[in-house]
Every structure is written in C-alpha cells, then in structure tokens.
C-alpha cells in the first residue's frame, strides 16, 4: 500500500511539474468562458503560421519558465491565429475567416478579429480585462525581460495610472526586473 501511495504522488507531483513546464494555451471561446465563472485577464497571443519572430517568441520567451509561471498564474493564456479558421464569438459578434484559402501557402487572409484587433504585425501580444474589454495590443518580439514589464504592468492595474508619455518613461525607467 505504501507504495502504492509513493508511486501515485510521484506521478501527480509530476503532472505537476509537467503543467508548469509550458504555457497552458486555450482558445479564446474558453477564456471568455473562464472569465465568466473566475475573472482574470486574458494574455493573447497573435501569430501566423509564416511569421518567423512569432515562432523565436514561442521558443525564446514563452518558452522561459518565468514567463510560463507568471502567464499560468495571472492570465487565461490564448493562442490565436490571425489568419486562421477558428469561430470566435467576442462581445456580441462572431468573428470568423470567411475568405481563408485552404492550402494557401505564406499568407492567408486575416481573420475578422484580428481586424477588429487593429492587428498590423505580427506576432502581437493583446491583454483583456477581466470583462474581456481590450486593454492593449504590444506589438513585436519581445525577450522574457521585455514582455516582463508589460505582463506585470497589466497584471497588478498600473497601466490605468500610466496616463502620459512620462508616467510611462517613469514607470519603465523605475521598473525592476525579476526574470
């Protein structure tokens, strides 16, 4: 019996360990759903399946485990495909890819959100409110250091006190980093 016991907290304790190894990516249907029942904002990241600085951010910084810790832990994390197929219903409107090429090799058309988004290069990162308001798009690769600013700026509601081109140089030049 004990060891039984043994084995099965080495296996969850992994699971575990395993859960925090990555970002845990959901749709943007499933952060909204979330949010209804545990509000938290929303983390998400804009790409194509084309662009190279998208998969260096996947690699690079989503990849950095003080990056995955702290979007686990203050974000529902989205992965969103600008020029993919995905039904997206966002505030009132579903939002597809109605002229999508299917085997269209590079670009595609982008998808009707990532218009409304206002999404001009990719990848782009987009916070969300708890209510699923849009509270800002950054725009851009970004190191673990870079990103880490903005992560915490949104997390801990700075960004609502950050009213002028110099609050935000102050807010940047002030800011301590951890990662």
Known sequence: MKNLLLIAFIFFGSLQLHAQDKIQWMSMNDALE?????PKKIFMDVY?????????????TFGNKDVI?????????????????????????????????????GRNSQHFLANALKISGYPTIVFFAENGDLIQP??????????????????????????????????????????
């Open 138 to 179: 950054v725009v851009g690769y970004k190191t673990p250091k870079q990103l880490e600013l903005y992560l915490k700026m949104i997390a801990n509601d700075d960004y609502k006190k950050l009213t002028t081109s110099e609050s935000w140089q102050e807010y940047q030049k002030n800011f301590k980093s951890t990662f």
């Open 34 to 38: 979330a949010q209804k029942e545990t």
């Open 48 to 60: 194509t399946d084309w662009c190279g600085p998208c998969k260096l951010l996947d690699k690079n």
């Open 69 to 105: 810790t702290f979007v686990n832990e203050n974000y529902y994390p989205v992965k969103f495909n600008a020029e993919g197929t995905e039904e997206i219903m966002y505030q009132d409107f579903n939002y597809t890819n109605p002229n999508y090429q299917e085997g269209r090799k």
